[in-house]
Structures are given as C-alpha cells and as structure tokens.
C-alpha cells in the first residue's frame, strides 16, 4: 500500500523567503505526482504534475522535483507572498491502480 | 470551459440517513473520481468511475455507492450515515484518469 508523508506539517516563513516542502513515498512505482494547494474549507487546486519519466515541473514561482527511485519529491516556492499562504497536498497515482494516495499536508503561512 | 462542480455546499444529516452528492464534471473529462477529507486529514479514495462503470474502489464499505450518467456526471449515495462520516466530500474529473482536477467539496455533517 502506497504510503505518502510530508515534512514539515506546518511552516511560518516572513513574505520574499524562498522555500521547499517535501513528500516522501513508500512504492517508486507510480504513474505520476501531483502537488495540490488547498485553502481552508475549499477544494483542491492542481498546482503541478510530474510524469514518472520526468524529473521536475515548473509554473511560475512553483518548481516541483521528483525521484523516483528514492521516493521524494520537493515543492520549491521562490519568492513567497501572503497569498501563498495555504495547504500544500501531494499525491501519488501508483502504476497499479487510479487512485491518489495523499499526504497530510503542509500547512504553510507567510507572514507580510 | 466549465470546471468541476458539486451540489450542495453543505449538508446537515441525522445518524442512520441516507444522502446523495453530485458532482458536474469538467468539459471534456470522462472519469469522475470521489474523495473523503476528514479534518486534518489528507482526502481518501472512495471510488472512480469511467464511461460509466466502477472501476476502482478504495477502502470504503458498500453502503457507499455511485453512479456515473451519460453525460459523466456522478452521484455519491452513503446510507445508513455514522458520526464519522462527517467530512468534506471532493469530486475530481479527468480525462482517462490523467491529471485530476477537483471540484470545491461538499461538508456533509451528521449528527
């Protein structure tokens, strides 16, 4: 069973830090990641997908990283702001299945 | 391009009712996924349908039940609701189960 952990749980960061949140899980053998953002009581954002086959995404500020054959991933946030301020999910779909596996998410504030 | 939607916002059910969440999928998409978040917590699988049909299901009893319409709209059916059923409810859709986009969750309350 796909077991997905993210470190740290919560995070306070004062506006323009540069940041890196971390997942781990317990089967490399997934079909893809997805990073999400959640605000409170709110759905799901999908933030950035990374295929297997590759190593890192980007959006804007948003760099997600992954490797596979250790099991991490890292969301790296450049120049954070008040707005980021959020849940941060990952989820992994393995290759045998459809569902996503979460983490607990990270809890992320950024004071101004 | 219509995004995901989900009736109602929030619902207040007594122990032991049945309830029934929908969920709108996004232009285009043709799996619906659903999703249980308890507070705190990371969401939990409950099952996927694709072109109408289950094909996937994650530890949830079978008094959680769905359908999937023609037009792949789908539909959450929980009977006999328990205290701990109490939780935000997300719908998701794709296209062939690839990326997963969310709908903004239904809070299902019972007491």
């Known amino acids: 069973k796909q077991e997905v952990t993210q470190i740290p749980a919560a995070l306070s960061v004062p506006e323009g830090e540069n940041l890196v949140l971390n997942c781990s899980f317990t089967d490399s053998a997934i079909y893809n990641l997805q990073w999400f953002r959640q605000d409170p009581g709110k759905g799901l954002t999908s933030l950035l997908l990374?295929?297997?086959?590759?190593r890192e995404q980007t959006s804007g500020r948003l760099n997600a990283s992954l490797d596979k054959s250790s099991g991490r991933s890292t969301l790296y946030i450049a120049a954070s702001q008040p707005g980021d301020s959020a849940t941060y999910l990952c989820?992994?779909?393995?290759?045998?299945?459809?569902?996503?596996?979460f983490g607990k998410g990270t809890s992320l504030l950024v004071t101004p | 391009e219509t995004g995901v939607t989900q009736s109602p916002t929030h619902l207040i059910k007594t122990r032991g009712q049945q309830v029934t969440l929908r969920c709108s999928s996004q232009?285009?998409?043709?799996?619906v996924s659903w999703y249980q978040q308890a507070l705190g917590q990371g969401p939990q699988f409950i099952f996927q349908?694709?072109?109408?049909?289950?094909?996937g299901r994650g530890n949830f009893p079978p008094r959680f039940s769905g359908l999937q319409f023609p037009n792949y709209s789908s539909e959450l059916n929980v009977n006999a609701l328990e205290l701990d059923d109490s939780a935000l409810y997300l719908c998701?859709?794709?296209?062939?189960?690839?990326?997963?986009?969310f709908g903004p969750g239904t809070r299902l309350t019972v007491t």
């Open positions: 232009s285009g998409h043709n799996t």
């Open positions: 349908y694709y072109r109408e049909e289950e094909n």
């Open positions: 998701a859709s794709s296209y062939d189960g690839y990326e997963q986009y």
């Open positions: 990374i295929q297997s086959s590759q």
């Open positions: 989820a992994v779909r393995s290759d045998s299945g459809y569902a996503l596996n």
